[in-house]
């Protein structure tokens, strides 16, 4: 049974920082290109940074310089880290595995997904 399970999210002020885990079982861990996706209210959901089984990452203009991703294989766990958190950057955030790293698509596997929210 393949599982992937968000944590971290929460409440933080603008300007704080979140560190978001994943953390997958079920599943070849290295095999597969991991992602973070948000999704606002009434918007649709889009891609915050991906990585490639061999490292490459893809990170979206509006958190380029503020979110970065990464993957530790042998701990089967995908983090985002969030620094300058801004109030536009409130969302459900979720969790993404893939074969293939197309991150104009919506598609893979999926966490439940972790509330993220920025405000004062």
């Known amino acids: 049974q393949v599982q992937l399970v968000e944590s971290g999210g929460g409440l933080v002020q603008p300007g704080g920082s979140l560190t978001l885990s994943c953390t997958a079982s079920?599943?070849?861990?290295?095999?597969?290109?991991w992602a973070w996706f948000r999704q606002a209210p009434g918007q649709g959901r889009d891609l915050v940074a991906g990585?490639?089984?061999?490292?490459?990452?893809t990170v979206a203009d509006s958190v380029k310089g503020r979110f970065a991703i990464s993957r530790d294989n042998k701990k089967d766990t995908v983090t985002l880290q969030m620094d300058s958190l801004k109030v536009e950057d409130t969302a459900v955030y979720y969790c993404?595995?893939?074969?293939?790293?197309?991150?104009?698509?919506?598609?893979?596997?999926w966490g439940p997904g972790t509330q993220v929210a920025v405000s004062s």
């Open positions: 079920g599943i070849l861990f290295s095999a597969y290109a």
């Open positions: 993404n595995a893939r074969f293939v790293p197309d991150w104009d698509k919506v598609n893979g596997l």
């Open positions: 990585i490639t089984y061999d490292g490459k990452t």
